[in-house]
């Protein structure tokens, strides 16, 4: 049976992430065996077609969560998240309904002196709500003109604090049993997930965004019930005064504007107040309301519940239908082609054999090599190695074992392409840049760096990385392996504090097709 196209959705996202950090600390060869093991687990389901990079990975995630959090007491922290969201949906239903009544009720406390304001009304329900969608999109003009990374969101500069404070809540009250290394690992993928704008783009953003409309679309709905029950149960006037020196007709003029959404199935004496309506509800204040007539002073309540209606509720029920609809297409559009994504493929689809020798047919070469090199798995003849531009530092250049480093690259489904030196001077690193700005880079051939990872990543060479990404193609990956201190004929391991240092400080570049992995078993601290 083929390999199904998953849909994907906010879950699987976050859990993904968050095992994709998890795993940066196995060793490489138990991640290859795991991850080749659950591709044979489910090959039933998977020989038809295994060219869905999206299918596997998702066969891969279900894998994962059920055997990490199995039942229905272990959350992952994609399901978290759901919970989340789902506790801000209701508590925006519930606030946002019963604030918008409660404004109702206060703002239509008619003494019988004193008819409601219209104006008052407009501003404080319509026209407030016009700004803020103009303040969306010209949030959404500037971004698109200063380019999408430069400015904030709106919606995000306004709740984006408080959304990640009450989510940081629930996470924190969700993960009460939870050991102190899983809470960071999730820390870590909500972080990863806010930084991959270059995979997610702005999928992160919409759950924020359809929050709001449902808080503006409860707040309305509260609104137009507290309008409907006052009208309905009290004696209410409405009129308006200015000091500006407006006409009736000037006025008349703006309410038909308002009112074109309905105006043309709604009957006119309903959709809006006539001229003669307008001029007889207007409030002098000297003259006080003794001398209005009560059919103009009641003219105006249809025209401001379909104000509600129109501008409040059928616009911010708009907004929410485009914002899920923004979130479909925003899942649809990821690729799944980050560095981490790639690896994990290519670990599910790779035939493993184990290669170690026995005893008594061991060479001395061979026993120079440590064990976790000997175990290693590597992918059978028939398997395609991904091309890779090698990159060795000039001070070990000449000292690396040439055939145990081929043998390592391609258990790690690697082969060399073109091995460079690097790390001489400033003239000779430029040759190189310039070197792989010439080359045609395709979706399998990769940027290789091997660095000894008891040396701190210095900022010259962060700099160079960020230079090399900018000559070779955005997607292409970047892969760094660590190496321990040199050693004769063979590769040390890497403690696990050098590698942990060196996960800050690429992470810090925000890179998501930059891949870091120990080229042997890190061991000790």
């Given at each position: 049976m083929a390999l199904m196209k998953q849909k994907w959705n906010y879950k699987d996202c976050i859990d993904l992430e968050y095992f994709f950090h998890k795993d940066t600390s196995d060793p490489p060869e138990h991640s290859r065996e795991r991850d080749r093991n659950i591709f044979l687990k489910k090959q039933e389901q998977s020989t038809s077609n295994s060219s869905d990079n999206s299918a596997l990975i998702n066969l891969w995630l279900q894998e994962r969560v059920d055997s990490e959090f199995p039942g229905n007491e272990n959350k992952s922290p994609g399901e978290i998240f759901q919970d989340t969201l789902s506790l801000f949906k209701g508590l925006c239903i519930i606030g946002g309904s019963l604030f918008g009544f409660t404004a109702g009720l206060s703002f239509f406390s008619y003494s019988g002196t004193t008819p409601v304001n219209v104006f008052q009304f407009l501003i404080f329900f319509i026209f407030s709500q016009i700004l803020l969608t103009f303040l969306m999109g010209s949030s959404f003009a500037l971004r698109r003109l200063a380019g999408r990374g430069s400015l904030p969101t709106f919606y995000a500069l306004f709740f984006g604090r408080l959304f990640n404070k009450l989510t940081k809540m629930a996470c924190n009250r969700c993960n009460k049993d939870l050991s102190t290394t899983k809470k960071n690992d999730i820390n870590h993928a909500m972080?990863?997930?806010?930084?991959?704008?270059q995979i997610y783009g702005s999928l992160f953003y919409w759950p924020l965004f359809t929050l709001s409309q449902i808080l503006a679309l409860?707040?309305?709905?509260?609104?137009?019930?507290?309008?409907?029950?006052?009208?309905?149960?009290?004696d209410l006037a409405f009129g308006w005064q200015s000091t500006l020196q407006l006409s009736a007709a000037a006025l008349h003029k703006i309410v038909l504007f308002m009112a074109l959404p309905w105006s043309w199935f709604v009957p006119d004496?309903?959709?809006?107040?006539s001229p003669e309506e307008i001029e007889g509800s207007r409030i002098l204040l000297k003259d006080g309301i003794y001398h209005l007539t009560t059919k103009d002073l009641v003219s105006w309540w249809p025209f401001l519940v379909f104000c509600i209606l129109f501008y409040g509720l059928f616009f911010r029920g708009g907004c929410y239908l485009a914002g899920r609809w923004m979130e479909k297409r925003s899942l649809q559009k990821i690729q799944f082609n980050s560095a981490s994504c790639r690896r994990l493929t290519q670990r599910m689809l790779t035939p493993l054999v184990s290669t170690q020798a026995a005893p008594e047919e061991k060479t001395a070469e061979?026993?120079?090599?440590?064990?976790?090199?000997?175990?290693?798995?590597?992918?059978?003849?028939?398997?395609?190695?991904?091309p890779q531009f090698v990159l060795i530092p000039c001070d070990i250049y000449h000292t690396i074992p040439s055939q145990n480093f081929k043998h390592i690259l391609q258990s790690h489904?690697?082969?060399?392409?073109?091995?460079?030196?690097?790390?001489?001077?400033?003239?000779?690193?430029?040759?190189?840049?310039?070197?792989?700005?010439?080359?045609?880079?395709?979706?399998?051939?990769?940027l290789f760096i091997l660095m000894e990872g008891w040396m701190v990543p210095l900022i010259d060479f962060?700099?160079?990385?960020?230079?090399?990404?900018?000559v070779v193609a955005a997607d292409t990956v970047i892969t760094i392996a660590l190496t321990g201190r040199p050693a004769e004929k063979t590769f040390s391991p890497v403690s696990k504090n050098d590698y942990t240092i060196w996960q800050q400080k690429t992470a810090s570049l925000g890179d998501p097709y930059l891949y870091l992995f120990?080229?042997?078993?890190?061991q000790g601290t």
């Open positions: 972080g990863l997930i806010k930084s991959h704008n409860s707040f309305n709905a509260g609104l137009l019930g507290s309008t409907l029950l006052k009208i309905s149960t009290s004496t309903i959709a809006f107040p061979s026993e120079s090599i440590s064990t976790a090199e000997t175990e290693q798995f590597q992918p059978t003849a028939g398997h395609h190695l991904l489904g690697f082969e060399v392409k073109k091995q460079l030196k690097f790390m001489t001077d400033y003239e000779g690193d430029q040759e190189v840049k310039q070197y792989l700005q010439r080359q045609v880079w395709d979706d399998n051939t990769g962060l700099t160079y990385l960020g230079e090399l990404r900018s120990p080229l042997t078993s890190a």
